[in-house]
């Protein structure tokens, strides 16, 4: 299955427990770069609240996750959030969640409470959206075939990437995941009807 499900814009949500306050943000990400940076950002500025506790997922079989807790008890946190993210099955999402303490203790079972519910709050307030696992391929093929190559794009419908075209051509496509050997197979076969090799 090459089909997944993610956020296509940011969404917010808020919570307030016994004078705490839970501020939940929602984030379409692809890189572990790029999630840094994004909690980097809320470190800065939201530099004076108590904790921000974080969960992530990535990739469409959903298997690269982590979560963090930012000095709450173990699993009160980024537990809940992480939580939230697999109740919607969603991936390429993180979540970060700012609390400012109230100067009341909520308990394990409240924070959890307050996590959840702040991160699910969120998610609410996001666009949800199904998106196919894509490959990318890349094609190298001699000026000649330049037609050939373009047919079977055109039959197929792959999304162009980069293209290079010289006296040796270069093409970058992305197509979802299940249709990548077929597209493969097409483009090595025209270098084989042309009595090109495909070894090196």
């Known amino acids: 299955m090459d089909t997944f499900w993610t956020i296509s814009k940011e969404g917010q949500g808020t ?19 790029e999630i840094k ?10 530099y004076d609240a108590r904790h921000v506790c974080w969960a992530y997922m990535l990739g469409y079989e959903r298997k690269e996750f982590r979560m963090n ?7 009160t946190a980024g537990k809940p959030i992480l939580g939230q993210i697999n109740s919607n099955n969603l ?6 969640v700012v609390r400012y303490y109230g ?20 998610i609410t307030n996001c666009t949800i959206v199904e998106r196919h696992a894509e490959e990318t391929i890349s094609f190298d093929f001699e000026y000649i075939m330049m037609n050939d190559v373009m047919k079977v794009i055109k039959d197929m419908s792959p999304r162009i990437i980069s293209q290079d075209f010289g006296n040796s051509c270069n093409i970058q496509l992305a197509i979802r995941k299940d249709e990548a050997p077929l ?16 070894t090196e």
Do not use: M, Q, W
């Open 103 to 122: 100067g009341v203790n909520l308990g394990t079972g409240g924070l959890i409470v307050a996590y959840r519910t702040a991160a699910a709050e969120a």
């Open 183 to 198: 597209l493969r197979n097409k483009l090595e076969s025209l270098k084989i009807k042309r009595g090109y090799t495909t």
């Open 69 to 75: 807790d930012d000095g709450e008890p173990s699993s």
């Open 91 to 96: 991936t390429d999402i993180l979540i970060v």
């Open 15 to 33: 919570y307030t427990e016994k004078r705490s306050k839970f501020l939940a943000f929602c984030h379409h990400v692809t890189t572990v770069e």
């Open 37 to 46: 940076e994004i909690i980097d950002r809320y470190k800065k500025e939201y």
